[in-house]
């Protein structure tokens, strides 16, 4: 017997020796790679003392480079040089809006999660996560990262210090991406050449709904790249970002990107606007585009869609962690939105989930109708395509709606002549503002005064006179007022509630939000007859169908 109880007790030490060994690997795991994060940070790069020079509120000058704030709102920055060059000046001619922008970031993330533990915690999984991403990021990226990141703020080195700061931020878009779900990103964009452009002028269009707050737009940056090496491009972004989100080079070769489905990232890869500033600065065709993609690993699933004035048309390369496939068109126009065409990603398990769950299908349709409504279409009917905020056969489907090609919520909306080298960027707010037109043939000649307007007033095009601008601010408003009472379990007084029901009617969150604050106050009732409401209104995902579902199932 005593032998016996002897053997048992050995068994459930070893057991839990076991058990304890496993649980350890995770945690050994996980503090090496936060131990050995390697960002690659560039050494033997010495600062200059060349100084930025103020002139006015809106002109900053910086060596050869310049920032300067147009009348339409944008800034319009030129930067010229080696990476370091022009990373250091960018950081020195933006420095008040790079604080600026992290500042929002940060305050977005700490309202997202409030607990400073659990920040605290994702910034040891961030690390983590992106232990090996200084190897995936080419060195003259690194150098113009690292020159930019000498003007940060210590005031987040409680996140990690500047230089790894700005280099995971160039990876949380991709992230943000992963998130699709949580409409972080749902971007719309078409090209149009030959018989479908009125011209036969290569026409690309598109939107850029990457969301993460109204504040995070409100510093709009269109940049000018004077590079040592490679082409001379455009690009529209925020403050601080060297990737590429929209832009055109001297080629006449358009970039813009479009998430697709994928999984959440696990390891370090090239975040996507690094490849396809690459692309933009190194491609004068699709083939080289193409080739430049196919060495390149990313973090996720991504649609670029190239236009190329040397080739006459414009293609779209869907790349995945695993695979890269170029998609052509059967005809003289293209469309993509989020989700994948070519035989190769057709079947794709996520792809077909997708498909089947997403508003990605709809937008699809609905620019596929309008682009054949306007057929040929011009520089005008392109940006009416991208403000229209309908659905399919002009339904009526909210303002906001996510399945709506402008959500009002857009970082940036452009229109590229990629024949004809004019690049037309939107001005506040979202859509609705006039599109400012650049002629890149000129700048690009050098030819250019940065210190004033560098705009072409005659080629701009007018804002939208027909949305009412006043009415979707109060909607988004009394949105976030709302969902901070409905949180807390507050009284709202009558008047404010019918407001809310009188200016979006249409919309299926309108009366999802109604009924979900009639249910804090108990009244099960109108609770039970906004969301039977809501289920009548056109709904753009099926998670947010079954979400309203589950909540009158719960009443019963």
């Known amino acids: ?105 940060v305050d977005q993330i700490q309202a997202l999660v409030p ?25 003259e990226y690194r150098k113009e990262i690292y020159g930019l990141s000498l003007s940060c703020s210590d005031d987040f080195n409680f996140v990690c210090e500047p230089y790894e700061r700005q280099m995971n931020y160039h990876s949380a878009h991709d992230i943000g991406h992963a998130m699709q779900d949580y409409m972080l990103v749902g971007c719309s964009s078409f090209a149009a050449w030959d018989s479908s452009s009125f011209t036969g002028s290569l026409l690309v269009g598109r939107n850029f709904d990457f969301y993460i707050g109204d504040d995070f737009a409100r510093n709009r940056v269109v940049m000018f790249y004077f590079p040592t090496n490679g082409y001379r491009f455009a690009s529209v972004s925020w403050p601080g970002m060297i990737g590429v989100m929209s832009g055109m080079n001297e080629k006449g070769l358009t970039v813009t990107i479009n998430a697709a489905k994928s999984a959440m990232p696990t390891t370090s890869a090239t975040p996507i606007s690094i490849l396809t500033r690459e692309i933009l600065q190194y491609a004068s065709t699709i083939d080289e585009a193409m080739a430049i993609a196919e060495k390149r690993k990313t973090f996720v699933s991504e649609s670029i869609l190239i236009g190329s004035a040397i080739d006459r048309r414009a293609a779209i390369i869907e790349k995945s962690p695993d695979k890269t496939v170029l998609f052509n068109a059967d005809s003289t126009f293209i469309i993509s939105t989020n989700h994948y065409q070519s035989d190769v990603f057709k079947n794709d398990s996520r792809n077909v989930e997708n498909i089947a769950t997403s508003d990605s299908p709809y937008r699809y349709k609905r620019i596929n109708q309008l682009l054949h409504r306007n057929f040929p279409i011009n520089d005008k009917s392109a940006v009416a395509i991208l403000r229209d905020s309908k659905g399919l056969n002009d339904s009526i489907i909210g303002w906001t709606n996510e399945a709506a090609l402008n959500q009002f919520i857009g970082h940036h909306s452009v229109v590229f002549n990629a024949d004809n080298m004019i690049m037309w960027v939107s001005t506040s707010p979202w859509q609705a503002g006039p599109y400012i037109a650049y002629d890149l043939a000129d700048i690009f000649s050098g030819r250019t005064n940065f210190k004033r307007e560098v705009g072409v007033a005659a080629l701009t095009i007018p804002a939208d006179d027909n949305v009412p601008i006043d009415s979707i601010l109060r909607i988004k408003q009394l949105t976030r007022e709302f969902k901070a ?41 109108a609770a039970r007859r906004e969301w039977n409401t809501a289920l009548l209104k056109f709904i753009p995902k099926q998670q947010e169908r079954k979400r309203i579902e589950e909540k009158i199932k719960n009443l019963d």
Request: hydrophobic share 40%; net charge negative; proline share 4%.
């Open 1 to 105: 017997m005593i032998s016996k109880l002897k053997q048992i007790a050995k068994f459930t030490l070893y057991a839990c020796g076991l058990i304890v060994v496993i649980a350890l690997i995770p945690v050994i795991i996980c503090s090496y790679l936060y131990l050995t994060a390697d960002f690659k940070k560039p050494v033997g790069l010495v600062p200059t003392d060349t100084q930025v020079t103020k002139i006015g509120d809106n002109l900053r000058i910086c060596g050869p480079d310049t920032m300067r704030l147009s009348n339409s709102g944008l800034w319009e920055v030129k930067l010229c040089g080696d990476a370091f060059e022009r990373g250091e000046a960018y950081g020195k001619l933006a420095q008040d809006l790079l604080y600026e922008q992290e500042q929002i970031f």
């Open 115 to 139: 607990s400073p533990s659990y920040l605290k915690f994702l910034r040891h999984i961030t690390l983590m996560f992106n232990h090996s991403l200084g190897q995936y990021i080419a060195e």
């Open 485 to 525: 009472a409905i949180a807390e379990a507050q009284t709202i007084d009558s008047t404010r509630l019918a407001e809310f029901e009188s200016l979006n009617p249409e919309l299926y969150a309108t009366h999802e939000i109604l009924g979900d604050y009639f249910n804090t106050q108990s009244d099960t009732a």
